[in-house]
């Protein structure tokens, strides 16, 4: 079963049409990657539907607007991924 | 309908919110000026129209289950196939059903049938935000035209 990583790098590369190689769990999706907000948007549908979860992307947008939190915490991929793994384990209690 | 004025809606049939499904029909205009282009001497709906039509079909879905808190506005369409020429005076049946509410985002997937036969289809995307300002009472008005009651919202 591939990592959660895996699965979210192999999404990122096949909806963003970037090369997998590139995508490493220190990128950052946006400032790295060129990921723009529609296109994040793509990615997100297909982490949900993976993962069977919803990521909140309208409470990290505003927190990050807000400066609540560097985008860093949510955009990077490692990070990203680990908030994955807590939304899938918190839907499995 | 009303073709040059992408008024693609002329009823909604029904929206059941626990299925999250909306049925609407809309009637293709004898005559429109869209058809002297599309095509000369062979009047046919064009498929961005058709799209359209989803699309709102699919918008109003969206406006009546959130109750017209956020406008849906069209971001992506996905797997659309047209499968039959839609010429003047035929009567559409639209549906759409939500696939999925994100966070900010929605995915619909919609159909267009005539008389029980398949016309289009296709996935859509959503960026769900807020309402400019003044947009919300406009878009309750032409919900309530096409017979999308405030009670149903």
Redesign the interface.
């Known amino acids: 079963m591939a990592s959660t990583f895996e699965t979210v790098a192999g999404i990122i590369s096949e909806t963003a049409d970037i090369p997998r190689e590139q995508i490493t769990p220190e990128s950052h999706a946006i400032e790295d990657l060129g990921i723009d907000s529609?296109a994040f948007?793509?990615i997100?549908?297909a982490i949900?539907?993976a993962f069977g979860i919803?990521?909140?992307?309208?409470?990290w947008?505003q927190e990050v607007n807000e400066g609540k939190a560097p985008a860093e915490e949510y955009f990077v991929l490692k990070n990203l991924v680990a908030r994955i793994d807590a939304l899938v384990a918190a839907k499995q209690a | 309908m009303r073709l040059e004025y992408f008024e693609m809606i002329d009823q909604v049939t029904s929206l059941d919110r626990e299925t999250k499904r909306i049925e609407v029909s809309s009637v293709v205009p004898q005559e429109s000026p869209v058809f002297e282009g599309h095509f000369p001497g062979h009047p046919l709906v064009p498929g961005v129209l058709l799209t359209e039509t989803m699309a709102q079909a699919s918008g109003y879905l969206v406006l009546g289950l959130m109750g017209f808190t956020h406008m849906p506005f069209l971001m992506g369409v996905d797997k659309a196939r047209f499968r039959t020429f839609v010429g003047p005076g035929t009567v559409l049946t639209v549906t759409a059903s939500l696939e999925h509410e994100g966070s900010g985002y929605a995915v619909t997937k919609a159909r267009i049938t005539a008389e029980g036969k398949p016309i289009c289809d296709a996935e859509l995307r959503f960026r769900i935000m807020p309402f400019p300002e003044g947009m919300d009472g406009l878009m309750r008005a032409q919900a309530k035209r096409i017979g999308l009651l405030e009670e149903n919202v």
């Open positions: 529609l948007l793509d997100a549908f949900d539907k919803k990521l909140p992307l309208e409470q947008t």
